[in-house]
Structures are given as C-alpha cells and as structure tokens.
C-alpha cells in the first residue's frame, strides 16, 4: 500500500504484555496468551495530517537472553514505546531499559513511556510515578489497557504525531533511513509544504 | 522445520561457532550469560556434590586403615603392657595389667567402627555411581542443548543485523532462525528444568543418606570412648 512516510516503531520493556498491545492497535483483538516473542512485526495505516503515514512496528522480546539481539533492532528507527507493568515492578527496570534505547538508537528518536494493563486492583505503580519519571527522562507518558483497548490508538497515533512535527520542524533528516523514517515512493517531494498533505492522500487512494 | 542441507549446515556452523566460543573461553554475551544465573548456580551445587563425595571417599578410606593401624599398635601395647605387668609383683604391675586389658578391649571396639565405616563407604560409592552420573547424564544433556541454542541465537543475532520487514526474502530467512532459535530454546527449558530438578533432589538425598548411615557410626565411638574414659578413671 502506498503511503507518504513510514515510520519505524519499536516496542521494548519487560515481559509486560508488549505483544498484546501491539495486536490490539494491529487487528483490534484482545489474546491474553502468546508465544514467547522473539521478534513480531506488525504495521498498520494511519492518517496524520491527511497523510497517510505506516507503522512499521516492531515487538520485541522482554526476556533477557534476547537483549542483544533486541538492541541490534533499535537502529533505525524513529519511535519507541517503552511499556512497564502498573501490576508489577517492572516499573525499577525502565532505567535500563531507557539507557538500553538511548545507546543504540539516533538522539532524536521519540519515547513513548506507557503504563500497560487495567487491574486497578492490583496496582503497584501510581500514574504520577510514571508521570514523574516521564517528565524527569523527556518522555511522552499514557497509561493503556491492550485489554480493553483504551489509549492504544491515542498511544501510538501521538508517537506518530510527535515524530510528524519532529519532520515539520527539520528535526529528522528524512533522507536519511537511518532515523526510521522512509518517504513513500509515490510522494511528492519537491513541492511537500505546499501541497503535501493532497499529495499524501492522492498516494493513498491511488493504491486501493 | 525445515530439513534442507543448507539449512543443517548453517545450524551446524553456528553450533560450532559457539562450541569454539565456549572451549575457547572468549567472552560470551553477557545476558545470554546471566539469564542462566539460576542454572550455573545449580551446577555450582552439583560439582560441588561430585567433588565433596570422591573426598569423602578417598577419606573414609584412610579413615578406616589408619582405624586399624591404631587397633594394631594399641592391642600390642595392650599385650605388652601385660606382660611385664604380670612380671612386676608390685602395685605398678597390677595397673599396667590392668591397663593393658582396657587397651586391648579398646583396640576391639575401634575395630567395630570399620562395620559402618564400610557400610558408608559402600552406600557413597553406590550414590555415586547412580545418583550422580545419572544427574551428570543430564546436566551433559543440557550443556549440549545449550550450545545448540546459544548457536540458534548467535545465528539470529547476524541476521537481524540489516533486517528489513518489508523484505520477503530477509523475512524468509529470518523466520527460519526464528523457528530454530524456539525450537532449541524449547528444549533448553525442558534440560534446564530437568537439571534444576534433579540437582536439588541429589543434594536433598545425600542428606538423607548420610544422616541415616552415621547414626549407627556414632553410636559406636560414644560407647568405646566412654569406656575407656571409665576404666582410665578408675586405674589413676
């Protein structure tokens, strides 16, 4: 399918339920069991700004025997969601975690910290905690549930939109592949500001 | 899985790379490493197990011969004792007799030692020649297995170097390792498991073992002891 840019996700965290996130934003379905993940990929179509943008998504493994292999998957790409556990205290190992995307990955990559899960009851990890050290890190911070769905559109669609203005502002090089970011073969680039957004729309319908 | 000859010869070469690795004792990755925390530290335990029961062994074996080396010299010095006690008429000659016949009797008693000295020599040796090399089998097993695996995943490592998921052919190959990387992971689990099991089943039987054989071996040096404490007692 055609689009104007493709961004490139990649889901880390501890054993907290990362695959299921994914395949509820993916397919809109709830499995509570999975096979351990090693690497899943997913992607899905969506609009920001009338241009139609793919998520290139990545989930990755939580365990640590796959660590090295994860990190050889943070190159290129242009947003992250870092999920923690608000029933458990996954929550201590989000420092590794962050060090982990900082190190391997371009400076300009955008973090999505999110508190995944709905068990009210059990929870272990206040909301602020999380807000907390989102604003301490520089990072865009939502609690979700892949259960029931809520925030999982808003979570990745505002990664997106970060990264989008990130594009708008010059931060990203878009030339460059090695910030997660491909601009579709049918988009125009010599005129994108002025009618970029018509462009992106007329790739996408172009292809279905 | 795919049985192709290329294919077995790739997982081949990974499993020899890792080999190498290992025999080689280059630097491993380090979390692959200390994911197997738990299971390392079984095997601490275990080799620990095997090497305190070829001592206790080899000790019990020296125990027992210098046991009656002791029986030997003190029975003589018994003997002797008597002898010239039965020579001398004085007062001094009634206690080296009576001396002489506590160390002869004492000389019997540490032979009554050997009995269970045997028997937990006996019991160790059949401990080890079952329990621990049926439990060395498996951590053998395992060890094999986990070589398999940590090829699988230094396989998967190169190939998620310049992995693209809108590629068919990258992703072909990578689902591949993927499904090589489960498989031998699978069976790992299952090893290490077995191994963790196992290891903690051996040490809580050689507990056991060695409680119920020295509880006959320590009755018996108590009453020898405390017989010849008595007689020396009463003789000075």
Redo the contacts between chains.
Sequence with gaps: MAYAYLFKYIIIGDTVGKSCLLLQFTDKRFQPVH??T??E?G?RMITIDGKQIKL?I?DTAG???????TR??YRGAAGALLVYDITRDTFNHLTTWLEDARQHSNSNMVIMLIGNKDLESRREVKKEEGEAFAREHGLIFMETSAKTASNVEEAFINTAKEIYEKIQEGVFDINNEANGIKIGPQHPTTNSTLSGSQGGQQAGGGCC | QDSSVVNKFQQKYWKTKQTLIKVTGKKEDEHVVSSDADLDAKLEVFHSIQRTCMELLKVIEQYQRRICFLSQEENELGRFLRSQGSQDKTRAGKIMQATGKALCFSSQQRLALRKPLCRLYQEVETFRYRAISDTWLTVNRMEQSRTEYRGALLWMKDVSQELDPDTQKQMEKFRKVQVQVRTTKTAFDKLKDDVCQKVDLLGASRCNLLSHVLTTYQQIPESSQVFLTITTCCIF
């Design positions: 096979d351990l090693i690497v990929f992607a290139q990545w365990q640590e025997s796959f660590r090295s292999i050889s998957y």
